[in-house]
């Protein structure tokens, strides 16, 4: 089976097993769901055709690249590809729960495998550049294959796929019965990383001689062995073939410090016998699989380290924001406790606001960040969006009220439309709030509207506000998470909890603004089902 990982974008990270039949990739897809909001709802595709996958771009506007060539017909895809859709960037790898073709049993104590060493190459730079003189042709064969090998694993970031991978290739250009790969783990036990046998019998074990793998680690050197040389049987005139003898090369994968692993391939001796330049050709496979392994553990620590520091600045951002309102809800519970200790009920009643605006900010604090954290499909049923926003503004009304803010609105005759009813009142109670929070106390005003546009079958909904606006080189960051103007009271969520909300509703947020002229944010939402209100615009989108 095949899968593709996400190397770059929104999504990055994540790997999606292919199916047998159609994987469409987009936004509204079942089979790789992408979040990235530059590409289509259905962006392309990937369909096995026989026994190799294809791509396909299915009319995207931003179109599909396959390794920087645009796609403008169905193309086969190999491992490594790198396909580029909108923003994001994946890579064409290898299912991750393809199982072993084989396994493999350890000869410890030479019952299994009576080896002879035919011969040995040192694993180091010279072996893979250094051809012998009498096989130049050879030799610059072997060449080809290694750029070609080097420029496949070269884009695949993940041990265990770059580990069949080369297996694959090594099948592709040596003649073998069965191979596997092994790497060192943290104790210095090889494991099985990779194995492969071929035809007739797929799933045979693989014996292979403790005393080859040591020699191999030990003295870092590529052995050619057979072990025709010194078995009994094979002097008695029988066929070779009846007593399985073999041609095996085992080289060692090697690191620029340490020895890695090793890479085994055998064959029957009276199918093919490998010859020196075959264990050159290998040696230099396993020294450039241990560069390439070590590249991918390096950029998979550069990952890991990227996110703990991610992680970590996002823990105390949302830290500092927390303790501060923690230490106004505190001193709004001191103020009611000395007022109750004192039977002063007046001033307690005094207090509690205090109280309740902390709660109510630590309640909206946890909401956006399960809200924003978690990826979810919205619980659609037939919604009326001007119930939703007049909820909204009963909510807010009171702090609006002490303030002396004024909350305007129109609010249209509006069709039903498939929509999240918890998920819309938190997104508009964050552009409310925001609104609030941009305008002057007495003389501040936000304007609620909402309209249906027949002629694109979608409904537009405006916040707008009379507050100081926002500069032209802030617009483009006031979506991203954790970025705030608003200093301490706000933690940089709400309006990235808004836009992702609304893009769960295959619609779009819009921002218009200029300093010292206020704000407006226009949502824009499909009135049908499975539509999508970010491809289509019209008079009402301005």
């Not at 420029?151 to 592709?172: A, K, M, N, Q, Y």
């Not at 803010?405 to 009813?421: E, G």
């Amino acid at each position: 089976m095949a899968a593709i990982q996400v190397l770059q974008g929104p999504d990055k990270g994540r790997k999606f097993e292919l199916a047998e039949g159609e994987n469409v990739l987009g936004r509204q897809s079942r089979t790789v769901p992408l979040k990235d909001g530059t590409i289509s709802r259905q962006h392309s595709r990937i369909v096995k055709s026989g026994r190799n996958w294809v791509l396909e771009d299915l009319g995207s506007a931003n179109g599909t690249f396959l390794n920087g060539v645009r796609v403008t017909r169905p193309s086969p895809l190999k491992l490594g590809d790198q396909i580029r859709i909108g923003s994001t960037l994946l890579v064409f790898a290898r299912s991750a729960s393809s199982e072993p073709a084989a396994s493999v049993e350890v000869d410890e104590d030479g019952m299994l495998v009576d080896a002879a060493i035919v011969a040995t190459l040192p694993s180091n730079e010279d072996s893979v550049i250094i051809p012998t003189p009498e096989a130049g042709a050879q030799a610059i064969g072997n060449l080809r294959i290694l750029y070609d090998l080097i420029s496949e694993v070269g884009s695949i970031f993940d041990v265990d796929e770059l580990l069949r991978c080369t297996l694959d290739r090594i099948f592709s250009v040596v003649k073998a019965d069965r191979g596997f790969i092994m790497l060192a783990d943290e104790a210095g036990k090889l494991q099985v990383r990779a194995a492969r046998a071929g035809t007739p019998r797929p799933h045979q074990d693989i014996p292979v001689s403790r005393t080859i793998i040591n020699e191999v680690m030990g003295k870092q050197v590529g052995v050619l062995s057979s072990n025709a040389m010194s078995d009994k049987r094979f002097t008695s005139g029988k066929s070779v073939h009846n007593f399985g003898i073999r041609s095996a090369v085992c080289v060692p994968i090697k690191g620029r410090d340490k020895i890695l692993g090793v890479i085994h391939v055998d064959c029957g001796v009276s199918e093919h016998t490998y010859s020196t330049e075959q264990l050159r050709l290998l040696t230099a496979i396993g020294y450039q699989t241990g560069l390439a392994v070590e590249n991918v553990r390096l950029y998979e620590q550069a990952v890991q380290q990227e996110r703990l520091a991610a992680v970590g600045e996002t823990v105390a951002f949302l830290s500092h924001h927390i303790k501060n309102v923690l230490q106004a809800l505190m001193a709004g519970i001191d103020l009611v406790e000395m007022a109750l200790h004192r039977d002063d009920l007046g001033k307690a009643k005094d207090a509690w606001p205090i109280v309740q605006r902390n709660l109510a900010r630590i309640h909206e604090q946890i909401l956006n960040m399960l809200a924003f954290s978690k990826s979810r499909e919205p619980l659609l049923e037939n919604v009326n969006v001007n119930h939703v926003l007049g909820e909204c503004v009963e909510l807010v009304t009171a702090s609006a009220d002490e303030r002396g803010v004024a909350i305007l609105t129109q609010l249209d005759d509006l069709p039903p439309i498939p929509a999240d009813t918890a998920g819309l009142q938190q997104a508009f109670l964050n552009l409310l709030h925001n609104a609030l929070d941009a305008v002057e106390d007495k003389t501040g005003s936000v304007t609620l509207t909402s309209e249906y546009d027949s002629l694109n079958r979608r409904v537009v909904v405006r916040v707008s506000d009379n507050g100081s606006g926002i500069e032209a080189e802030k617009l483009p960051d006031i979506f991203t998470p954790f970025y705030s103007s608003k200093g301490q009271k706000g933690t940089g969520l709400g309006l990235a909890v808004a836009r992702k909300v609304f893009e769960e509703h295959r619609g779009r947020i819009e921002v218009d603004s200029k300093a010292g002229q206020g704000t407006t944010f226009t949502v824009i939402l499909p009135a049908l089902a499975g539509g999508d209100a970010t491809e289509t615009k019209g008079p009402a989108a301005k």
